[in-house]
């Protein structure tokens, strides 16, 4: 028999692996995909059509997150929320996501309750289960989430379909995270609605398989920055893509931020990441579903343009970019 964990556990040292596990899982709902949570040496969960989306992100403590700028729960948030998305994008609804998390073994129990809090709450959100992981001593704080999805009997959208005369339309907030960075790396924590933003991103969950539905021949979440992943959709499916400026609409709150900072706020729409809004391609303007916001077009290629010209400056963020 494993020995009850501490109650009293100051660091996760002090709970161990198994004692974690349990205080994190106990007592949770899962949704009715999950046919078979925690607990055992692998999770089941349903595919209603024999087909499963799945996706894989790491995250880094100093380099996707700071403990000093969110709270473990909005950390927890943000890992299954970056992650899910990616399924979000390929037209498929969510199921389930799949936990690694490494820490050093002085990391508090408070720290690892709420990164897993935050991760249950997001996965709710969404109508995923958390169904299982790992749990791992390491130098620093790693957390890798996979995450899976079904495509209830449609396609997979991919980034490959986009046609010379389809449209370019958006689902979700552009720009917000990137100012919530700015305001962040000023040493400022306000706007809240900003700095919100950079965060825990909102992924518009249902906006995937709703675009799917509607007919879209391409479609990515924008992580790393709206031309940056469009260049993705360009070069898979062989074709341009131009963005109109005059079809973002720039909120007041990033007029603000961007006046008070001296930034561009388009920059911020055009090159930040993190908001995790999809952008998808479709035939026509009909097929266009009402929540979505036309931007731009689909021409002859290659590569992305913004009213009709290269984008001065970079597009996006990459690792291991050289400056």
């Given at each position: 028999?494993?020995?009850?964990?501490?109650?009293?556990?100051?660091?996760?040292?002090?709970?161990?692996?198994?004692?974690?596990?349990?205080?994190?899982?106990?007592?949770?709902?899962?949704?009715?995909?999950?046919?078979?949570?925690?607990?055992?040496?692998?999770?089941?969960?349903?595919?209603?059509?024999?087909?499963?989306?799945?996706?894989?992100?790491?995250?880094?403590?100093?380099?996707?997150?700071?403990?000093?700028?969110?709270?473990?729960?909005?950390?927890?948030?943000?890992?299954?929320?970056?992650?899910?998305?990616?399924?979000?994008?390929?037209?498929?609804?969510?199921?389930?996501?799949?936990?690694?998390?490494?820490?050093?073994?002085?990391?508090?129990?408070?720290?690892?309750?709420?990164?897993?809090?935050?991760?249950?709450?997001?996965?709710?959100?969404?109508?995923?289960?958390?169904?299982?992981?790992?749990?791992?001593?390491?130098?620093?704080?790693?957390?890798?989430?996979?995450?899976?999805?079904?495509?209830?009997?449609?396609?997979?959208?991919?980034?490959?379909?986009?046609?010379?005369?389809?449209?370019?339309?958006?689902?979700?907030?552009?720009?917000?995270?990137?100012?919530?960075?700015?305001?962040?790396?000023?040493?400022?924590?306000?706007?809240?609605?900003?700095?919100?933003?950079?965060?825990?991103?909102?992924?518009?969950?249902?906006?995937?398989?709703?675009?799917?539905?509607?007919?879209?021949?391409?479609?990515?979440?924008?992580?790393?920055?709206?031309?940056?992943?469009?260049?993705?959709?360009?070069?898979?499916s062989g074709v341009g893509i131009d963005v109109r400026t005059n079809a973002l609409?720039?909120?007041?709150?990033?007029?603000?931020?961007?006046?008070?900072?001296?930034?561009?706020?388009?920059?911020?729409?055009?090159?930040?990441?993190?908001?995790?809004?999809?952008?998808?391609?479709?035939?026509?303007?009909?097929?266009?579903?009402?929540?979505?916001?036309?931007?731009?077009?689909?021409?002859?290629?290659?590569?992305?343009?913004?009213?009709?010209?290269?984008?001065?400056?970079?597009?996006?963020?990459?690792?291991?970019?050289?400056?």
């Amino acid at each position: 028999m494993c020995p009850e964990p501490p109650q009293s556990a100051d660091t996760v040292a002090d709970l161990g692996e198994f004692g974690l596990i349990r205080r994190v899982t106990d007592g949770r709902v899962q949704p009715p995909s999950t046919l078979l949570g925690p607990g055992d040496d692998a999770a089941v969960v349903a595919a209603p059509d024999g087909r499963v989306v799945a996706s894989t992100d790491v995250l880094v403590e100093g380099v996707h997150f700071r403990l000093d700028w969110s709270t473990p729960e909005q950390v927890g948030r943000k890992s299954v929320a970056v992650n899910l998305a990616d399924v979000v994008a390929m037209g498929a609804v969510p199921t389930a996501v799949l936990v690694g998390l490494a820490c050093p073994p002085g990391t508090p129990v408070a720290v690892a309750e709420g990164l897993m809090a935050g991760m249950w709450e997001e996965a709710r959100l969404a109508g995923a289960g958390v169904v299982g992981g790992d749990m791992v001593t390491a130098k620093e704080l790693v957390i890798s989430i996979t995450a899976l999805g079904h495509l209830d009997g449609l396609d997979p959208v991919t980034r490959a379909g986009a046609r010379q005369g389809d449209l370019l339309a958006v689902c979700g907030r552009l720009g917000w995270a990137a100012a919530g960075l700015a305001v962040l790396g000023r040493g400022f924590r306000s706007p809240v609605a900003v700095v919100g933003a950079q965060r825990v991103p909102e992924p518009p969950y249902e906006a995937g398989a709703q675009a799917a539905r509607a007919g879209a021949t391409s479609m990515i979440d924008v992580s790393d920055g709206l031309l940056a992943d469009l260049a993705h959709v360009a070069a898979a499916s062989g074709v341009g893509i131009d963005v109109r400026t005059n079809a973002l609409e720039v909120h007041q709150r990033l007029l603000d931020v961007a006046s008070a900072l001296g930034a561009d706020p388009l920059h911020w729409m055009l090159t930040g990441g993190e908001d995790h809004a999809l952008a998808a391609t479709f035939p026509s303007a009909e097929a266009v579903p009402a929540d979505w916001t036309v931007i731009g077009s689909v021409v002859a290629g290659p590569g992305v343009t913004v009213d009709g010209r290269p984008y001065e400056g970079p597009v996006g963020w990459e690792h291991w970019r050289r400056e």
